[in-house]
């Protein structure tokens, strides 16, 4: 890499929210539905919340490169983390639907938010400029019945030099924060692989290693649910923690 060139940050949040748009609202129109609205399938509790806080510590440090790119149209609709081709791209309450009224949904609400996350990123390789983007998440402490030991993530694709050297020294000054206080886990690739499916993903195919760093955050939902303020404390120090200078990354970074 060119010694020469910044590290500059991407913030997305693909799950930020639980709203549905009125034409789509009798989907929905059901106990079954308004309960699975306001449970983790229907959104990510607490990444906006987190999302937010990630934001406005960079850019106070001036190396946000533009707004979040956040979307707060449930994921029940249709997931903007998935491929479309990927069939959990839908939903119970939207697989169903004609083909031409997913396409709508597909044009309106799917391909806006991943068109405006990859421009930014090609605006800024025409910077020179690489490209950190951080995808917020939160995942369900229970999972079909069992519990997920654990309290964040880093998801990346370990055959990335950049996105490895990234996330190790990044769980590395983590583990150091945390060294006398009560202890909260930074885990690679938990509670999923940084390989599934997902818009890093994509992402990874068009733009290379040297370029595009993509990587996930995913924050146990527990700690949004029972206290945002013991959410934002977390987040305080993950950010604290965040890797901001590529010099102190290793050859990937120069």
Known sequence: MNSKR???FILSCEHGGNDVPQQYAGLFDS?????????????DPGAWA???QIADYLSDRDLLFSDPVVATTTRLLVDLNRSTDNPSVWSKFTSDLPRSTRSEILQEFYQPHRQAVERLVERMVANNEIAIHLSVHSFTPRMRGQWRPLEMGLLFDPQRSSETAYCQVWSAKFADRMATTPRIRLCSNEP???TDDGLTTHLRRIFP??????IE???????????????ASIVARLCDAMPLDGALLGDQFK
């Open 6 to 8: 910044a590290l500059r």
């Open 209 to 214: 290693d040297d370029v595009y760093c993509g």
């Open 217 to 231: 955050i995913e924050i146990n939902n527990r700690f949004h649910r029972r206290s945002p303020e013991r959410q």
């Open 192 to 194: 999923y692989a940084g």
């Open 50 to 52: 987190a999302t937010r």
């Open 31 to 43: 106990p079954g539905g308004r309960a699975s609205l306001n449970s983790h399938r229907g959104y």
